[in-house]
């Protein structure tokens, strides 16, 4: 079956620094690839999404691209802020006529100042 | 702006017994989702419903059942609440339309099952 493995956290960072998180992922046919964050005591948001092999998603600085030959999806930010620490999701919705999302485990990331 | 709400945010309950927790969407869509979220885990789909009266199982949907009488709303029901059902659950929802939706999720309910 399909799956999303992403980068064991917490993922601890000084404010600016670079931010990646890496999420690959198992599946059938042409999935459609997300990010979705939760910030602190609320529910997921979408982040960014991507539906097709070299679509780069892109949403508040942060990017991530699909690419099929290395089946990832990873999660790149060039200046992080304080206000980004929250839990980040990678996931993914199965090909045509699917609307189930497959989620990773998540990845905690705290910013300091 | 689509708004998921669901009736509490933190619940505690007693094995055995009986537990509703209550999803409204106020956008008029299709499908709802009920997912439960664990440390370590991530989220797991419990159930979701594509229409009135109409539902399939997700990943984990043991110890769980759900209704879903009118549109907007989505109940899920665990008929003898157990300790290994402790956990956060997200309900979500998306327009139904087909294609790659977004899904939209409320804020969560925190159940501690004693």
């Known amino acids: 079956g399909d799956s999303v493995t992403q980068m064991e956290g917490p993922v601890t960072l000084s404010e600016e620094a670079f931010l990646t998180i890496n999420c690959t992922y198992t599946a059938t046919g042409y999935p459609s690839l997300f990010w979705y964050v939760q910030y602190p005591g609320e529910g997921l948001q979408l982040l960014l999404k991507?539906?097709?092999?070299?679509d780069k998603g892109s949403n508040k600085g942060f990017e991530a691209t699909y690419r099929k030959e290395t089946t990832s999806f990873h999660l790149e930010k060039g200046s992080v802020q304080v206000s980004d620490s929250a839990v980040y999701f990678c996931?993914?919705?199965?090909?045509?006529?699917?609307?189930?999302?497959?989620f990773g485990k998540g990845t905690k990331l705290s910013v300091i100042p | 702006d689509v708004k998921v709400t669901q009736s509490s945010r933190y619940l505690v309950k007693r094995t055995g017994e009986k537990v509703f927790l209550e999803c409204v969407q106020d956008?008029?869509?299709?499908?709802m989702f009920w997912y439960r979220q664990d440390p370590g885990l991530g989220l797991r789909l419990i159930y979701f419903s594509y229409d009135v009266k109409m539902k399939e199982k997700g990943d984990i949907p043991e110890g769980y059942s759900v209704s879903r009488e009118k549109k907007e709303r989505f109940s899920l029901i665990l008929e003898s609440a157990s300790t290994n059902q402790t956990s956060m659950y997200l309900c979500?929802?998306?327009?139904?339309?087909?294609?790659?939706?977004?899904?939209?999720f409320g804020p969560g309910t925190r159940l501690l099952v004693l």
């Open positions: 996931a993914l919705m199965g090909g045509a006529g699917s609307y189930q999302l497959t």
């Open positions: 956008m008029d869509h299709e499908n």
């Open positions: 991507a539906t097709k092999a070299d």
């Open positions: 979500a929802s998306s327009l139904g339309m087909g294609g790659v939706e977004t899904q939209y």
